[in-house]
T-cell receptor, first 112, second 112 residues
Framework: KAGVTQTPRYLIKTRGQQVTLSCSPI?????VSWYQQTPGQGLQFLFE???????NKGNFPGRFSGRQFSNSRSEMNVSTLELGDSALYLC???????????FGEGSRLTVL | QKEVEQNSGPLSVPEGAIASLNCTYS??????FFWYRQYSGKSPELIMF????GDKEDGRFTAQLNKASQYVSLLIRDSQPSDSATYLC????????????FGGGTRLMVKP
């Protein structure tokens, strides 16, 4: 069974631009979560989608948004990029509630 | 006070020894507890989860939970150099889907 796939793996943007990251979950997994990982703040929860609905949201500004499609694939978008948005963005899928997550390799975003 | 606290380490143990990793949490509503392992440059992978007070063993790994003390630990017996990684403690509230709160992680170094 294929794992969680995230694209792109690396990207460089400049301040003020926007970015869209994509995540394909493990087949059959309906929950997709997004996390931001930075050296200073560690792993922080962004949001979770289940059956195309945002089920939980972390404490991030409205510039961070996401969506989930009917095939469970998910995208997250960050608008008006700031230098502090430079991070590894991890997508995780799960077949059940409770926190047993399978992470993708991540999308490393650098904002210049 | 962070919601989930871990000693950042590094924790250095000789090969064959027992590595003991600790985690405390502040939210008494936490119901599920997880240990993820993250190798340098890789994404986190789930190694253990525990829901009830007491010990749970899986191979060389033992997770221990004490809800009264709000304390979770991970013991790694017969530590191997391949166990060298950052270990992330995470907690999940009941009815919170897959929204996890992570600690900052403890870096473990197992020396041959």
């Amino acid at each position: 069974k294929a794992g969680v796939t995230q694209t792109p793996r690396y990207l460089i943007k400049t301040r003020g631009q926007q970015v869209t990251l994509s995540c394909s979950p493990i087949s059959g997994h309906r929950s997709v979560s997004w996390y931001q990982q930075t050296p200073g703040q560690g792993l922080q929860f962004l949001f979770e989608y289940f059956s195309e609905t945002q089920r939980n949201k972390g404490n991030f500004p409205g510039r961070f948004s996401g969506r989930q499609f009917s095939n469970s694939r998910s995208e997250m978008n960050v608008s008006t990029l700031e230098l502090g948005d430079s991070a590894l963005y991890l997508c995780a899928s799960s077949h059940r509630d409770g926190g047993e997550l399978f992470f993708g390799e991540g999308s490393r975003l650098t904002v210049l | 006070q962070k919601e989930v606290e871990q000693n950042s380490g590094p924790l250095s143990v000789p090969e064959g020894a027992i590595a003991s990793l600790n985690c405390t949490y502040s939210d008494r509503g936490s119901q599920s507890f997880f240990w993820y392992r993250q190798y340098s440059g890789k994404s986190p992978e789930l190694i253990m989860f525990i829901y009830s007070n007491g010990d749970k063993e899986d191979g060389r790994f033992t997770a221990q939970l004490n809800k009264a003390s709000q304390y979770v630990s991970l013991l790694i017996r017969d530590s191997q150099p391949s166990d060298s990684a950052t270990y992330l403690c995470a907690v999940n509230r009941d009815n919170a889907g897959n929204m996890l709160t992570f600690g900052g992680g403890t870096r473990l170094m197992v020396k041959p």
